[in-house]
């Protein structure tokens, strides 16, 4: 079973550049949602949706775009990177809502110089 | 605001033996859940336990077992027998209607 997958693994951005994080996850999972991980800190969540074509903000939203077109695939989109947007970025999903399990994507290592 | 503590940057315990990871937090509300997650090096994020606090009885799942005192806000994690498989970064979150707030986790080494 694949899971959640998130594309890419690694990569490294220019200041003002913009890239847009896939995901994607084939459990026919409703809910999903995207975080973001800075060095010793917890993860904080930038944007969830709860089901195809609604999203909704989460605790820090800034910066990003996010959009849920299919119930598989939540895409996170970056428009002017700035070097606070370095982080590692998890993708997640879960069956019924937040109280349910979350499955957890490999993480994107995201570097803005 | 809800917040969640970890005060303990770091623990060790040898393979074994057993060891508990305190967490606080802090909410006004009475019906939430709370998680713990286990973050290898690898990265993946992995739930261990939930307690629901509407629920008295303690969570457990095998060798995990919670220490839940609602009034106290108080939410530890005790790891039976330790494996140095066990040995990850573990994390404490908070849950209250569509918010999930993280603590800043404690770093578990587990020795031979």
């Known amino acids: 079973n694949a899971g959640v997958t998130q594309t890419p693994k690694f990569r490294i951005l220019k200041i003002g550049q913009s890239m847009t994080l896939q995901c994607t996850q084939d459990?026919?999972?409703?809910?999903m949602y995207w975080y973001r991980q800075d060095p010793g800190m917890g993860l904080k969540l930038i944007y969830y949706?709860?089901?195809?074509?609604?999203?909704d903000k989460g605790e820090v939203p800034n910066g990003y775009n996010v959009s849920r077109s299919t119930t598989e695939d939540f895409p996170l989109r970056l428009e002017l990177a700035a070097p606070s947007q370095t982080s590692v970025y998890f993708c997640?999903?879960?069956?019924?809502?937040?109280?349910?399990?979350?499955?957890f994507g490999d993480g994107t290592r995201l570097s803005i110089l | 605001a809800q917040t969640v503590t970890q005060s303990q940057p770091e623990m060790s315990v040898q393979e074994a033996e057993t060891v508990t990871l305190s967490c606080t937090y802090d909410?006004?509300?009475?019906?939430?859940?709370l998680f713990w997650y286990k973050q290898p090096p690898s990265r993946q994020m992995i739930l261990v336990i939930r307690?629901?606090?509407?629920?008295?009885q303690n969570a457990t799942e095998n060798r995990f077992s919670v220490n839940f005192q609602k009034a106290a806000k108080s939410f530890s994690l005790k790891i039976s027998d330790s494996q140095l498989g066990d040995a990850a970064m573990y994390f404490c979150?908070?849950?209250?209607?569509?918010?999930?707030?993280f603590g800043t986790g404690t770093r578990l080494q587990v020795f031979p």
């Open positions: 997640a999903s879960s069956d019924q809502g937040l109280s349910q399990p979350q499955h």
């Open positions: 459990m026919n999972h409703n809910y």
């Open positions: 949706s709860v089901g195809a074509g609604i999203t």
């Open positions: 909410t006004s509300e009475s019906d939430y859940y």
């Open positions: 307690q629901e606090a509407y629920k008295q």
């Open positions: 979150a908070y849950l209250r209607a569509d918010k999930l707030i």
